[in-house]
């Protein structure tokens, strides 16, 4: 195949793999139908049958010494190709040369057929090309002088030209495929060179936030660590992305143990940053407060104040929404107060939603906001509380996969499992959960505590 400065040794191996794919289906092709065909010569031109079939034979020889060597042919495809060809140009040139006009015009066939079987299967250089054209122009013109009876015209009119014409048509049609290919495995070349880089690249981001939800998991409480504190406790906790928006939040202080499900503005990367911005922020207001209210009030100011949210940066509207309890362990009274998140409690058997106040954390939104309330509850043993982010009731599924699973499916799940363990609760809510969200992509980040009091 032609050196071409413009492309690079991996399009010239990918042609080649692919000329050397085709012209080896060219050369057994010939093998096979070639002496076939010399059945056809048995009835159409019986006188020089045995002549055609040692001619045929002979091309089918040569083809076969090319299978025989053809894996040392990869780096010249176009040799494997070129055996048959010029082969059967020759023999055909010998054939037509002996046939009388009405035989010609049946054969004419079998060149067009050549031509075109080349322009479908061959990929070369057009010198390849112009080469079986003018050897078989060559040959006709002398097999023609020396055997064929017929004059000029009578060899043009029934056959040359239409054969000339074809053979003109074909090497426009192996130029124009062999280019198309090129420009295909250059496409598909650069392709895949982009998308290999793409996928570093791709690696490189997943690997540098699998290595900041390290530092996340780092920071927020796990499970296991928020059982330590309070042992019949559950934690569901399935973050849409690699990181996560949301968190649960648990600290001790005395005799009182303070618990939250946090729900940042935004999921992946951008809450995450988010969840780190409030969780130290939630840290600070505790050291200041000891009511669930005057923290939350605590925390909103030091979430616009670290946003700049107060004059620098008036158009950002990130926070959060967040259920605080505050529990007493000695008195069991629960404190509650919440910014766009309720509380679910069954206390003595009997469900109650504490609501919450309607304003988040941090935004601009001034208008309607007034200091954070608390809502205070004896609770006894066996009393259990409930509360998550919205992006569980925010999860669209069912049966048609839009409708979402909204809080009453939630409150209708604590109403009538709460006699449950926690570790039973939170496999209900797992299986739900997946089984209304099916195929549908996970909306947001999902978190949801339950504690059962001893």
């Known amino acids: 195949m032609k050196e071409n400065t413009e492309t690079s040794p991996a399009w010239q191996t990918e042609l080649q793999k692919t000329a050397y794919k085709y012209h080896s289906i060219v050369i057994w092709v010939a093998i096979v139908l070639n002496p076939i065909w010399a059945i056809g010569d048995y009835f159409t031109v019986p006188d020089y049958f045995i002549p055609f079939l040692i001619y045929r034979l002979s091309v089918t020889a040569a083809c076969l010494a090319v299978v025989a060597f053809k894996s040392k042919l990869e780096q010249r495809p176009e040799i494997i190709a070129f055996v048959p060809f010029f082969g059967i140009s020759l023999q055909n040139a010998y054939m037509y040369s002996v046939m009388n006009v009405e035989q010609l015009q049946k054969h004419t066939f079998a060149y067009i057929a050549l031509f075109i079987g080349a322009g479908m299967l061959v990929l070369w250089d057009k010198r390849y090309s112009i080469a079986i054209v003018l050897i078989s122009l060559v040959a006709n013109i002398i097999h023609f002088a020396i055997n ?56 490189a981001i997943t690997d540098s936030i699998n290595y900041a939800k390290n530092i996340q998991y780092s920071v927020v409480p796990t499970e296991e660590a928020i059982q330590a504190i309070i042992p019949n406790t559950f934690v569901y906790y399935r973050p849409k992305d690699i990181v996560s928006g949301d968190f649960p939040f648990i600290f001790q202080k005395n005799d009182n143990i303070y618990m939250a499900t946090v729900d940042c503005t935004g999921h992946g990367v951008p809450g995450a940053f988010m969840s780190l911005v409030g969780y130290f922020a939630l840290h600070q207001a505790l050291e200041k407060n000891e009511k669930p209210s005057e ?10 104040k670290n946003l700049g949210q107060d004059s620098r940066n008036q158009k950002s509207n990130d926070g959060m929404d967040i259920a605080l309890c505050k529990i007493n362990t000695n008195t069991r009274v629960l404190e509650f107060s919440g910014a766009h998140r309720p509380l679910y409690v069954i206390r003595s058997g009997v469900f109650e939603e504490i609501k919450s106040d309607k304003f988040p954390i941090g935004g601009t939104q001034t208008r309607n906001r007034v200091p954070y309330t608390d809502v205070n509850l004896q609770l006894q043993a066996g009393d259990s509380i409930y509360f998550f982010t919205d992006g569980l009731q925010d999860q669209f599924g069912g049966p048609d996969g839009r409708k979402k699973l909204m809080s009453k499916t939630i409150k209708q799940m604590v109403i009538e499992n709460h006699h449950k363990t926690m570790i039973e609760f939170k496999q209900l809510v797992d299986a739900y959960f997946l089984n209304w969200k099916g195929d549908q992509k996970q909306t947001d980040d999902v978190l949801m505590i339950g504690c059962k009091l001893e």
Do not use: Y
């Not at 923290?295 to 616009?304: F, P």
């Open 295 to 304: 923290i939350l009030d605590t925390l909103h100011q030091l979430i616009v």
């Open 148 to 203: 064929s009876p017929l004059v000029l015209d009578q060899i043009l009119i029934n056959g040359a030209l239409l054969t000339a014409t074809v053979a003109i048509f074909t090497i426009v049609l192996i130029q124009t495929r062999t280019a198309l290919t090129k420009k295909e495995i250059i496409a598909r070349l650069a392709l895949s060179d982009a998308n290999a880089e793409l996928e570093i690249k791709n690696k």
